[in-house]
């Protein structure tokens, strides 16, 4: 019979802050520690290691194998396969040292943690956050493989769940992901200084915030700017975040397009910021431009708790999040004119815009609390290992 907290291996995929990677850390903050002990595996060192570290919790640096973008295209793949009985046995290894007794991947782009907890006979929970629309033959075989590995699968959404569903629908729970209110409700924000000059002017601050890629869309998100510059020239525009390691060129090639378009004036890249909950307070206006399916949309539900009014594509998790119109605005997905329409309409009506994030902020209030979130993951654990 066990006895004390049950140890859980979190698994995840990164070591940033962005989405995924403050939520697995709100969780872990916020799990009750007499019921449970968390155990962190990160790929590598970074902000989130660090964090876990300070609140007194273990991590483990080693590489889960995480499936990238852009991996299954090159001879590379070859050897990244080689990597991956190394990785099980590493993570294997962990389980049987620490003691662990449930196997939690926090993104479904993590195969070694699947495979340890099979070979090491845990249960193991998958936390998918992913749509594979894109991919569709793979998709199916992945979700098998998922399915199959699992006990649980915790999906962030009703869109996410409806791309799991046909393989195994018993094991489905959907959990929406959960913002710390008093993030924006109670907290005492700074405006950063490269706003200083635009807040002077009384410009409408528009910003697309989260990691810069292309599936993310600030292409998108520069060409409908340009296009709403043209109508009004009290906007002015900001990106708020970077590119993964490597991809260097994608961000120059933004700013070439900035440059091009003779923007510089009204578009604003800040880089990597931990201040981002400043950001997103001194702006009027949430853009989420990404081109794939998002499954939910974690910086919807930041700026709907910030009362900002949130532009987001009508596909994916953000409908089920957003009433558009009323606490939100929709736009056709992937349309540069819809977007720029979208963007016109909230800056050119000050009403709407109050309107908007008053009822925003009161659904974020009423809905998206992360206490939330972590009483469910906690009430779908203990189920899992009382079974």
Same mark, same amino acid.
Request: glycine residues 6%; charged residues 25%; hydrophobic residues 40%.
């Given at each position: ?18 989405g ?6 709100e969780?872990?903050?916020?799990i ?9 595996v990160?790929? #590598?060192e970074?902000? +989130? %290691?660090?964090?876990?570290?300070? *609140?007194?919790? !273990? /991590? ?6 995480v ?8 001879i590379?793949?070859?050897?990244y ?7 099980v ?34 249960p ?11 991919y ?8 098998? #493989?998922?399915?199959? +590995? %699992?006990?649980?699968?915790?999906? *962030?959404?009703? !869109? /996410?769940?409806?791309?799991?569903n ?7 729970n ?14 005492d ?13 009384k410009y409408i ?10 599936i993310?869309?600030?292409e ?12 009004d ?8 975040g ?17 440059k ?13 910021r ?5 950001f ?12 794939i399916t ?24 953000p ?26 309409r909230?800056?050119?009506?000050p009403?709407?815009?109050k ?11 009423a809905?998206f609390?992360?206490?939330n ?8 654990i ?6």
């Amino acid at each position: 019979m066990r006895t004390g907290p049950v140890r859980i291996l979190f698994v995840h995929s990164s070591s940033e802050m962005y989405g995924s990677d403050r939520c697995l850390y709100e969780l872990v903050k916020r799990i009750d520690k007499e019921q449970f002990t968390p155990v962190i595996v990160l790929p #590598f060192e970074g902000e +989130l %290691s660090e964090k876990f570290r300070s *609140i007194g919790v !273990a /991590v483990y640096i080693t590489d889960p194998w995480v499936i990238r973008k852009g991996v299954f295209r090159s001879i590379r793949f070859l050897f990244y396969i080689l990597k991956l009985p190394c990785s099980v046995i590493r993570l294997a290894r962990i389980i049987k040292k620490e003691g662990i007794a449930l196997v939690y991947s926090n993104t479904s782009i993590i195969v070694g943690s699947a495979l340890s907890a099979f070979i090491t006979r845990r249960p193991h929970v998958c936390h998918i956050r992913e749509l594979y629309d894109s991919y569709p033959g793979l998709s199916r075989v992945y979700r098998s #493989f998922l399915c199959r +590995l %699992s006990d649980r699968l915790i999906v *962030i959404s009703n !869109a /996410v769940a409806s791309f799991v569903n046909p393989c195994c629908p018993q094991k489905i729970n959907v959990v929406y992901d959960g913002v710390v209110l008093d993030r924006f409700i109670h907290a005492d924000h700074k405006l950063p200084d490269v706003l200083t000059e635009w807040k002077k002017q009384k410009y409408i601050i528009i910003s697309n915030v989260g990691r810069v890629s292309p599936i993310k869309g600030q292409e998108l998100f520069i060409n409908a700017a340009r296009e709403c510059i043209k109508r009004d020239s009290k906007i002015r525009f900001l990106i708020v975040g970077d590119i993964f390691k490597g991809n260097e060129q994608y961000m120059m090639h933004l700013k070439n397009m900035v440059k091009s378009y003779g923007m510089q004036d009204h578009m604003l890249f800040t880089g990597f910021r931990d201040d981002v909950d400043d950001f997103i307070e001194s702006s009027d206006v949430i853009v989420l431009s990404t081109l794939i399916t998002e499954g939910l949309g974690q910086v919807v539900m930041e700026g709907m708790a910030a009362g900002k009014v949130v532009i987001a594509p009508d596909k994916g998790g953000p409908p089920e999040l957003i009433e558009h119109g009323t606490d939100g605005i929709l736009y056709r997905a992937g349309s540069r004119d819809a977007l720029s329409h979208a963007i016109l309409r909230a800056a050119g009506d000050p009403d709407l815009r109050k309107s908007i994030a008053d009822k925003a902020r009161e659904k974020a209030k009423a809905r998206f609390g992360i206490q939330n979130n972590v009483s469910a993951i906690e009430q779908l654990i203990r189920q899992i290992v009382t079974a």
